[in-house]
Nanobody, 115 residues
Framework: QVQLVESGGGLVQPGGSLRLSCVGS????????MGWYRQAPGKQRELVAY????????IYADSVKGRFTISRDNAKNTLYLQMNSLKPDDTAVYYC????????WGQGTQVTVSS
């Protein structure tokens, strides 16, 4: 079955950290450009971070630069998003995205930053 499954979301205090994971199945993972997006209530879905299929090219939204790190382990078919120094504005549903032979979205994982 071709799919992406995210995990790792939760409730964290401001200044805390979380690591999101996204496992791909049914695809040749290292052939895909991968990204993380998020959607806050009442807002459009926005790109958080992007990582090229070769693992070299990365793009970050200005709002997360210096705090978030995207990485991938092609041997494990897994994409990660390390999120540090979290802020209440980071609260959103986070989605994994893969672009290649298919365009895939995960089901989303909720991240809530609140004291």
């Amino acid at each position: 079955q071709v799919q992406l499954v995210e995990s790792g979301g939760g409730l964290v205090q401001p200044g805390g950290s979380l690591r999101l994971s996204c496992v791909g199945s049914g695809i040749i993972f290292n052939n895909y450009v991968m990204g993380w997006y998020r959607q806050a209530p009442g807002k459009q879905r926005e790109l958080v971070a992007y990582l090229g299929s070769g693992g070299g090219a990365t793009i970050y939204a200005d709002s997360v630069k210096g705090r978030f790190t995207i990485s991938r382990d092609n041997a494990k078919n897994t994409l990660y998003l390390q999120m540090n120094s979290l802020k209440p504005d980071d609260t959103a549903v986070y989605y994994c995205n893969a672009r290649g032979q298919y365009v895939l979205w995960g089901q989303g994982t909720q991240v809530t930053v609140s004291s």
